[in-house]
């Protein structure tokens, strides 16, 4: 399987504050990348597809970028309603798998 | 406007099989493919398998030998089944829109496996 590799695992930040998480592939994964905001009792929510595509509908205060192994989410000023935990995971190969998610708190 | 509802007990027994259903509102189960995954307590999210309407399945080998989908087209609804289940099993299941990169989660359900 291939392994996801995120960091940080949490981050204390500040509203309107500049946000990035890394995210890192065992093998190369092309850009069958994606990018996921959880919050506690809701269902995930894809924001970024193939890297850096942004959803239909998502705010374009997330981006994202990287191609191969090394990936990178960003969240350009984060508001209030960002307080969430967000998760890579890569495509290219089943099973698909998971990054370790990274908790923004306040 | 696509949603995913997952339903089955809350609490399964040490070795026996646990069930659950999906069902899908605003979108027809043969239009995709549909999948489920799993996240355990304080761990990351795990991809369990896919199914297409066509009853075409890929399971995660982690699983295999353990794990069974089937679809019901006509109540637009699709089922997980897991058997000789252990306390390792427990998770918060959701269901899912795509086989590989899923778009439309369901809001998942907690299965306890304890005795």
């Known amino acids: 399987d291939i392994q996801m590799t995120q960091s940080p695992s949490s981050l204390s930040t500040s509203i309107g504050d500049r946000v990035t998480i890394t995210c890192q592939a065992s093998?190369?994964?092309?850009?069958?990348l994606s990018w996921y905001q959880h919050k506690p009792g809701e269902a995930p929510k894809v924001l970024i597809y193939d890297a850096s595509t942004l959803e239909t509908g998502v705010t374009s205060r997330f981006s994202g970028s990287g191609f191969g192994t090394d990936f990178t989410f960003t969240i350009s000023s984060l508001q209030p309603e960002d307080i969430a935990t967000y998760y890579c995971?890569?495509?290219?190969?089943?099973?698909?798998?998971f990054g370790g998610g990274t908790k923004v708190e306040i | 406007h696509v949603q995913l509802q997952e339903s089955g007990p809350g609490l399964v027994k040490p070795s026996e099989t646990l069930s659950l259903i999906c069902t899908v509102s605003g979108d027809s189960i043969t239009s995709y493919y549909w999948s489920w995954l799993r996240q355990p307590p304080g761990e990351r999210p795990e991809w369990i398998g896919y199914?297409?309407?066509?009853?075409?399945?890929n399971y995660n080998p982690s699983l295999r030998g353990r794990v069974s989908m089937s679809i019901d087209p006509s109540k637009n609804q699709f089922s997980l089944k897991l058997t000789s289940v252990t306390p390792a099993d427990t998770a918060l299941y959701y269901c899912a829109r795509r086989k590989a990169s899923p778009d439309y989660w369901g809001q998942g359900t907690l299965v306890t496996v304890s005795s």
């Open positions: 093998q190369d994964i092309r850009s069958y």
């Open positions: 199914i297409h309407h066509s009853g075409s399945t």
């Open positions: 995971q890569q495509y290219d190969n089943l099973p698909p798998t």
